[in-house]
């Protein structure tokens, strides 16, 4: 291996994450100028996430598509739950849900959808329709409800498990995201109990948000430095999620629907859906 250039590679992505995580702020000879990069600082940056390898359906020799859930209050998700005052947070950092809802503003994410198998799109106005509720108190006044952050309990996400007989390894792709939280109309009205309860806001097809996801930084703790983007932190799994549902012979029915009742055995049930998936690879080693 040349170590020469190895190091020089290193270094180089350290400086770049560096000037991306503390935008002018060493050159910065006024508060306005911090976090606004030159043009001549945009144009010598080529900040893109890691491109997919291309696999050709030959290539694929198993598969399985599974849906797993992100619980938010789980310690080491909570990169993803915070911050949810974008107020007194610098340096850009958002939410994911908050980095999701800008990248569909802005235009960077187009494909958006109303279920997990992508048939139905939808735009902002649905969106819209579903985080905001603007009610009429009685006395002429307008009350407006809406979900934020704060109000995301977590994340349900759908990835295709497969085995690439070229590189004889298991590996994993993301799909699709879908941010679980409350229904808007049952916000400050205490007469529903329905609070608990959380649903999907709405899906989006994962690589169409990958370079959005990839601009949202997350806060490194020991590192400032050098900050992870979403996109690198959900491709690299860091995260810990429980299997709600894979596909199956049943309309792919989740497993709360043939395991009921019982919270311990539908958490046995996906332990074991999750080790079948890991057994995988090893079976395909065994004559």
Do not use: C
Request: aromatic share 12%; charged share 30%.
């Amino acid at each position: 291996m040349n170590w020469k250039r190895f190091y020089l590679v290193a270094l180089t992505l350290v400086i770049t994450s560096y000037a991306s995580a503390q935008a002018n702020l060493l050159n910065a000879k006024k508060v306005g100028e911090i976090g606004f990069k030159s043009e001549a600082q945009i144009a010598s940056e080529d900040d893109k996430p890691l491109p997919y390898g291309h696999i050709t359906d030959r290539d694929v020799l198993w598969s399985k598509v599974v849906w797993e859930y992100i619980d938010l209050n789980q310690k080491i998700n909570l990169p993803y739950y915070y911050p949810i005052d974008t107020v007194s947070t610098g340096n850009g950092r958002r939410s994911l849900f908050d980095s999701l809802l800008k990248g569909i503003r802005d235009g960077e994410i187009k494909e958006v959808y109303d279920d997990s198998y992508f048939t139905s799109k939808i735009g902002m106005d649905e969106i819209t329709e579903k985080t905001e509720d603007l009610r009429d108190d009685g006395y002429g006044n307008i009350d407006p409800y809406t979900i934020k952050s704060e109000q995301v309990k977590g994340y349900l996400i759908k990835g295709i498990w497969y085995f690439d007989k070229r590189q004889g390894e298991l590996k994993y792709r993301l799909l699709g995201i879908a941010p679980m939280g409350p229904d808007v109309q049952v916000l400050g009205r205490d007469e529903i109990d329905d609070k608990d309860n959380i649903y999907e806001l709405f899906w989006i097809f994962y690589p169409d948000a990958r370079d959005a996801l990839h601009k949202s930084k997350v806060f490194n703790p020991l590192n400032s430095a050098t900050p992870i983007s979403y996109d690198n932190l959900l491709n690299a799994r860091r995260f810990t999620a429980t299997i709600v549902k894979e596909e199956n012979l049943y309309g792919d029915r989740e497993i709360k629907d043939y395991v009921r009742g019982n919270s311990l055995f539908q958490l046995l049930e996906a332990n074991r859906i999750k080790e079948g998936i890991r057994d995988r690879e090893m079976d395909m080693w065994n004559y």
